[in-house]
T-cell receptor, first 111, second 112 residues
Framework: SQQGEEDPQALSIQEGENATMNCSYK?????LQWYRQNSGRGLVHLIL?????REKHSGRLRVTLDTSKKSSSLLITASRAADTASYFC???????????FGAGTRLTVKP | SQTIHQWPATLVQPVGSPLSLECTVE??????LYWYRQAAGRGLQLLFY??????ISSEVPQNLSASRPQDRQFILSSKKLLLSDSGFYLC???????????FGSGTRLTVV
């Protein structure tokens, strides 16, 4: 069963703009992760944020977590055409043994 | 460094035929292993996960099965494929409480 739900389902922006994707989940978690998937490829881990963290940065990526609202956001700043991909959030439902993925946000960055 | 291998990359199989997809991990020991399926344009559905040799947890009732005959080998099988088994199958590994999953490159299965 899915745990996270990403919003929006699709996002199209111009190169240089910022892209914000949101994720909501239902149960308590130990951590939340964001992944990227290029078309027809495997997923690549981007960033992990633990339940006791509120914000995390990695290069042009900024992730926030609000456990009271059971939501997270992924911000990509100064987007590039190469950022075009699908982005997924995943949560562990508190058991650490398996991650549940949302349906993803398909980001298109136009050059 | 750790690597994960998944093969084949693409597979076209007739309805009713058997299936065997293999995933192996190198450079680590006692990983958690996972099989996910992704329908076109959709998210990932967890099929099976394993925390050790011979230990398989199934998430979705279906005609698929999984086995872990060795510590770093995870196999997805079916005795008779259905049309609905078509999809993109992804293997992944992680450590319990670790920093994230590492995915294989996936197998695109088309059942015809």
């Amino acid at each position: 069963s899915q745990q996270g739900e990403e919003d929006p389902q699709a996002l199209s922006i111009q190169e240089g703009e910022n892209a914000t994707m949101n994720c909501s989940y239902k149960t308590s978690i130990n951590n939340l992760q964001w992944y990227r998937q290029n078309s027809g490829r495997g997923l690549v881990h981007l960033i992990l944020i633990r339940s006791n963290e509120r914000e995390k940065h990695s290069g042009r990526l900024r992730v926030t977590l609000d456990t009271s609202k059971k939501s997270s956001s992924l911000l990509i700043t100064a987007s590039r055409a190469a950022d075009t991909a699908s982005y997924f959030c995943a949560t562990d439902e508190g058991n650490n043994n398996d991650m549940r993925f949302g349906a993803g946000t398909r980001l298109t960055v136009k050059p | 460094s750790q690597t994960i291998h998944q093969w084949p990359a693409t597979l076209v199989q007739p309805v009713g035929s058997p299936l065997s997809l293999e995933c192996t991990v190198e450079g680590t020991s006692n990983p958690n292993l996972y099989w996910y399926r992704q329908a076109a344009g959709r998210g990932l559905q967890l099929l099976f996960y394993s925390v050790g040799i011979g230990q398989i947890s199934s998430e979705v009732p279906q005609n698929l099965s999984a086995s872990r005959p060795q510590d770093r080998q995870f196999i997805l099988s079916s005795k008779k494929l259905l049309l609905s088994d078509s999809g993109f199958y992804l293997c992944a590994w992680s450590y319990l409480g670790g920093t994230g999953y590492t995915f294989g490159s996936g197998t695109r299965l088309t059942v015809v």
